[in-house]
């Protein structure tokens, strides 16, 4: 069936920098796309979303790309900091975040190094 | 915010038991809710579709005489683990949806650790 993946599972910044994570997804009725933020034994952590409907939206240090055309969205963190470390997961669904349930990609570890 | 609370945070019990774990919207009131299981290193399954005052609908896969939901009321959904077994302990995580201003936005609760011995 249709998934939504990830294509690093892990990735390793220094505080400060910037980090990108990125998200594919196959199935192309999505008309919903989230970020989410899990710490270990938590549960996931609202980030920031965004629709079909556009191509960029900006957070407080955050900001979801995505790229329709190719499928494809990306999470960017400014300035990373410790607390910034957990497991990211893109979610997605097609017809909305209220009436469906979000289909999860496989998540990808951030850690932060000092 | 939207603050959405589990209960309990985690449980041990034996094989052949049933566990059941709550799931409340503290603010808000929630007409869908959602569970969701995890294993360790993977990522959230859907399992379930929590409607109040209806059956819930299950994903492919997922037996509802297992895992029982029940919706009574705005702010309660209770996923019941029915005869449980070693192979059912995961970290079972809700979600609900605010759903006012077209914001569609679905927040977790803090999940339940599941041990089955």
């Known amino acids: 069936g249709e998934s939504v993946g990830l294509h690093l599972p892990t990735l390793s910044v220094q505080e400060g920098d910037n980090s990108i994570i990125n998200c594919a997804y196959s199935?192309?009725?999505?008309?919903?796309f989230i970020w989410y933020k899990q710490e270990s034994g938590k549960g996931p952590q609202f980030i920031i979303d965004?629709?079909?409907?556009?191509d960029k939206r900006q957070g407080q240090r955050v900001t979801v790309l995505l790229n329709k055309t190719v499928k494809h969205l990306s999470l960017q963190i400014a300035a990373t900091q410790p607390g910034d470390s957990a497991v990211y997961f893109c979610?997605?669904?097609?017809?909305?975040?209220?009436?469906?349930?979000?289909?999860f990609g496989k998540g990808t570890h951030l850690i932060i190094q000092p | 915010g939207a603050v959405v609370s589990q209960h309990p945070s985690w449980v041990i019990c034996k094989s052949g038991t049933s566990v059941k774990i709550e799931c409340r919207s503290l603010?808000?009131?929630?007409?869908?809710m959602f569970w969701y299981r995890q294993f360790p290193k993977q990522s959230l399954m859907l399992m379930a579709t929590?409607?109040?005052?209806?059956?819930?609908?299950?994903e492919q896969g997922v037996e509802k005489d297992k895992f029982l939901i029940n919706h009574a009321s705005l702010t309660l959904s209770t996923l019941t683990v029915t005869s449980a077994h070693p192979e059912d302990s995961s970290f079972y995580i809700c979600?609900?949806?605010?759903?006012?201003?077209?914001?569609?936005?679905?927040?977790f609760g803090p999940g339940t650790r599941l041990l089955v011995l």
């Open positions: 979600s609900a949806n605010e759903g006012r201003l077209l914001r569609e936005t679905q927040y």
């Open positions: 199935n192309s009725a999505s008309d919903y």
């Open positions: 965004i629709r079909s409907n556009m």
């Open positions: 979610a997605e669904s097609p017809l909305g975040g209220g009436a469906d349930g979000l289909t």
């Open positions: 603010d808000f009131q929630a007409t869908t």
């Open positions: 929590s409607n109040e005052g209806s059956k819930a609908t299950y």
